[in-house]
Each structure stands twice: as structure tokens, then as C-alpha cells.
């Protein structure tokens, strides 16, 4: 498989994603065996690639799947690296890309009072320029926030994040944080 096609085929992961209620919206999988199928995959393409673009995308993207996959370690590995790749290439959104899901992972590895501090630097880069991220550094901050019990504050990120979702007119990501204040609401109750 090469590059291109597997990422078509990363749509068909919506199929066996789902943010898990009875654990603070935390993504999960109901396929853990097709999971790992799309790792090896994409372990198996950054093994061949030479190409800086593409290792910052496999790696990204493995950062993802090992942090859903149960293995926030591995995944904190590989978005450190991408981290490095975008800070060396001075590219300022996947800087604070690498930044979003470095937190995810770190917060995934039981510490989200460190995730927390990469939230926050990835929220001040964001306000720094004019950056397509800055919704989703507000939504995985408030999520953040949801498992530090300050639903307050996590409630203000949400508003915020609703807010800037709404003018991109974008319906999944609206959808998305509206689940999170739906869930927020149900905590608070």
C-alpha cells in the first residue's frame, strides 16, 4: 500500500472510532484488531519513506492511532518527533498540531496537568497568528479540563471553541463540542 492510499482509507476509521461516554468523551475503539491493522500499515510506510512530509504525517497520524490503541507512550514518541519536525521547518500549524495531540496522548498517559501546559501553548501560538487550529486547542483544553473536575472553565472553552465551529460551518466539528457540553451538562447535574 502506498502513502495515498492508506490515506483514503483512514475515512473507513470513523467506522470503529467513538467518544466514550463513561470516560470523559475520551476517544476509543470498538475494532481494537482493525486498529492495529491500520499501525502496522502505517509503521510499515514510515519504514520506507525518506520523505520529511510524509514522516511528519505517518507519524502523526501513528500518534493518534497508538493513543486510541491504549499505548499513549508510543504515541507520545512519535508526536514529540513530529514536534521537532515542525519547530526545525518553523511551520507554526503543525507545531501546534503536534502540540494538540501531544497533550491528547500526555493527558491519555494519566498526567492532565502536563497535557494541560501543551493545551495552553498550543492556545498561545494559536492567538499569535491566525491559526486554523485555534477551535481545537479550545476543545481538547475543555476536555482536558472536563477530567480536572473545572467544568467551569472547560465550559468557557467549549462556548469559545462552539462559537469559532460555527462560523467554519464545519457540522462534525460543531457536533463534536456540542456532545461536550451535552456531556459537561450531564456531569454538572
Not at 123 to 150: N, V
Amino acid at each position: 500500500m502506498n502513502i495515498s492510499i492508506f490515506k483514503n482509507s483512514l475515512e473507513e476509521l470513523s467506522k470503529i472510532l467513538y467518544f466514550d461516554q463513561q470516560d470523559y468523551l475520551r476517544e476509543k475503539t470498538t475494532n481494537p484488531s482493525k486498529l492495529k491493522e491500520y499501525i502496522t500499515i502505517a509503521e510499515d510506510l514510515l519504514k520506507a519513506t525518506n520523505y520529511v512530509d510524509e514522516e511528519y504525517y505517518l507519524m502523526g497520524t501513528l500518534g493518534n492511532l497508538y493513543r486510541i490503541y491504549g499505548e499513549p507512550q508510543k504515541a507520545i514518541n512519535l508526536l514529540n518527533r513530529c514536534r521537532s519536525i515542525a519547530v526545525g521547518d518553523e511551520n507554526v500549524n503543525r507545531e501546534i498540531l503536534s502540540l494538540i495531540r501531544l497533550g491528547e496522548a500526555i493527558k491519555y498517559n494519566n498526567d492532565p496537568e502536563k497535557a494541560l501546559v501543551f493545551f495552553e501553548e498550543a492556545l498561545e501560538l494559536c492567538r499569535d497568528g491566525d491559526s486554523y487550529y485555534l477551535d481545537f486547542a479550545l476543545q481538547h483544553k475543555g476536555k482536558c479540563l472536563l477530567e480536572l473536575s473545572k467544568n467551569i472553565e472547560a465550559k468557557e472553552c467549549f462556548n469559545e471553541a462552539l462559537k469559532l465551529r460555527e462560523l467554519k460551518g464545519e457540522r462534525e466539528l460543531i457536533d463534536s463540542t456540542l456532545l461536550a457540553l451535552d456531556f459537561l451538562g450531564k456531569m454538572s447535574n
